[in-house]
Structure formats: structure tokens, C-alpha cells
């Protein structure tokens, strides 16, 4: 699913900016207010450099992101407008909220889905995050 409707309880994997600590992330989003975090997790992606912040494309890389619970839904618009995700033409989209199975350690299912900030962009070209992990300094 792409850009649906966020419910109360639904989990959320961050793998850049807004992580905990994350060097560039955007004081008007209260995470630690609209939700709780519960740790770190795993998924399967690629991650790019996109000069600043990271984006998640197809790929088989264990990435290293945050999981989150959100409890107040109205700090979605918020992680949208600052994901620049445009619900009603993915096509202008910079990134689309999507669902993804959520890993454990060795990249095994939990049984979860969470959204996640997929790029929705072309790629090609940008240097990959070798070892799935963006750095809270930002920096590779």
C-alpha cells in the first residue's frame, strides 16, 4: 500500500533524518509526543546518499532503521509534508510512505509491517550506503 491512511498503533521504521539524534532532523516533529519508540529493527532495501539525507530504493541490503508506534495520527501530515509525499499524485512525490516487513537482526520476518519513507525517485548514480546504516552525524 502507498500513502494510505495512518491508524492509531500503526508502526513506522525510520532510517535517516528522523532517527533519535539524526544531525538535520526537523525540530517541529515531536516523535517522542505522537508516539513511542521501540527499538531498533531491520528491513531490506538500498540505501543511497542523496547528498544530506538517505533514500531507501528496491534492494536486498539489511538496512538498520528505528521502529516507532504512533499514537497521535495528525503527526503523519507532518512526516509526509517533511518527506515531501504528495497523497494525491505519487508521480510529484520525493518519497511515498509505503508498508514493509520488519526484520529482526538476521533478517528474519517479525511478523510486523510498518510504513516507511520509500525514494521515489530515480536512483542511478547516487553512491550506496554500503552498510545500510545512515549515520545520526550524516555523514558516510
Avoid at 51 to 76: F, H, I, K, Q, R
Amino acid at each position: 500500500m502507498i500513502n494510505g491512511p495512518v491508524s492509531k498503533g500503526d508502526l513506522f521504521v525510520f532510517y535517516g533524518l528522523l532517527k533519535k539524534g539524526a544531525a538535520g532532523a526537523p525540530a517541529h516533529i515531536d516523535l517522542e509526543a505522537a508516539g513511542r519508540y521501540l527499538g531498533p529493527c531491520r528491513f531490506r532495501a538500498r540505501l543511497v546518499d542523496l547528498g544530506g539525507y538517505p533514500g531507501a530504493v528496491d534492494g536486498e541490503t539489511l538496512c538498520t532503521g528505528e521502529l516507532y508506534v504512533l499514537e497521535d495520527v495528525s503527526v503523519a501530515r507532518e512526516l509526509d509534508a517533511f518527506e515531501d509525499v504528495e497523497a494525491g499524485d505519487p508521480a510529484d512525490s520525493l518519497f511515498q510512505r509505503r508498508k514493509i516487513d520488519v526484520l529482526d537482526d538476521e533478517g528474519r520476518p517479525t511478523g510486523q509491517t510498518a510504513w516507511i519513507y520509500w525514494y521515489a525517485k530515480p536512483a542511478a548514480g547516487a553512491p550506496e550506503v554500503a552498510n545500510g546504516d545512515w549515520p545520526l552525524e550524516g555523514k558516510r
